[in-house]
């Protein structure tokens, strides 16, 4: 072989290496099913916030839209949408009698009933509706709408108390385990809700100070000896000169919230999937 050849097999290898170190493979290793987990990160091309936009009534009975009602109606959309495999974000909250709500918050904007901070028991939070319109929905309402749907998943945001939230899923439906994807919010949680037996963890860095979720390393460093199906920030992170590059030499997908339009530049960038308001 020449030199000359040579030389080009070199450059074509180094060119190859580099595109593969942006990219990042998926890591599949670690997860009991390697093709669920496949699925759950198709499943999360895009995540449905909160169940989805939904049209509705203005307080003047005028047409608007509505985001965050983590609704009953929000999952039916979801459902009737047809894609899959499907995941949609679910916001959960206790209620003041130990039962898990599907609510971003206790606020009064969600309805008159609620007082700011003040947890309704669910019986009266099942009586109320969601911007004066929807049903609101519960644990039961979510474990229902998994058994109803294959290939769905419902990514957890819990609120208040995220291991108490998902020791309460597990103990609801412990038949369901593999289909919560769970986000914990700092590493502390990682081991717990393994030991609960979820094994689809995302981490979430929303809840971190700017050091820890800026610092890509020690984020890297945790997803090598910790199966995750992927980190997700902020799309404003995707700014921060070299993030997303360093984020992506994790070998772990990465997910950004929350995107309504324009997803395809951030795909662009090696960017696995969004959480939107938009059901597709």
Known sequence: MSKRILFVFLALALLLCAACSK??????SGFSDPE????????????????????????WGNPRTYDGS?????????????????????????????????????YTEYADEIENGVPLS????LSVRIYRTFT????????????????????????????????AIADFCPDLKNRFVVQIYDE??????????????????????????????????????????????????CSVEGY??????SGVPLYIHTVNEGEEEFFKTGISGVYTDIVR
């Open 188 to 237: 502390s949680e990682y081991d717990a809700v393994r030991a609960m037996g979820f094994e689809y963890v995302v981490f979430t860095l929303y809840r971190l100070d700017w050091n820890a979720k800026t610092d890509w390393k020690a984020l890297g460093r945790f997803a090598e000896e910790h199966p995750l199906i992927g980190f997700t920030f902020s799309f404003e992170l």
């Open 136 to 167: 609101p929905a519960w644990i039961g309402d979510a474990a229902d709408w998994l058994r109803a749907n294959e290939n769905t998943y419902i990514v957890t945001d819990i609120k208040d108390d995220n291991l108490a939230g998902c020791r």
């Open 23 to 28: 990219s990042g493979p998926a890591k599949e």
């Open 70 to 106: 983590n609704s009953a109606e929000g999952l039916a959309q979801c459902a009737a949408a047809g894609r899959r495999p499907m995941a949609v974000e679910l916001d959960f909250n206790f209620t003041s009698d130990g039962q898990l709500a599907c609510i971003h918050d206790w």
């Open 36 to 59: 669920e987990a496949a699925r759950i990160r198709e499943a999360m091309r895009y995540v449905i916030h909160a169940a989805g936009r939904l049209e509705g009534p203005d307080a």
């Open 244 to 249: 997303v590059d360093g984020m992506l030499r």
């Open 122 to 125: 669910l019986e009266d939070f």
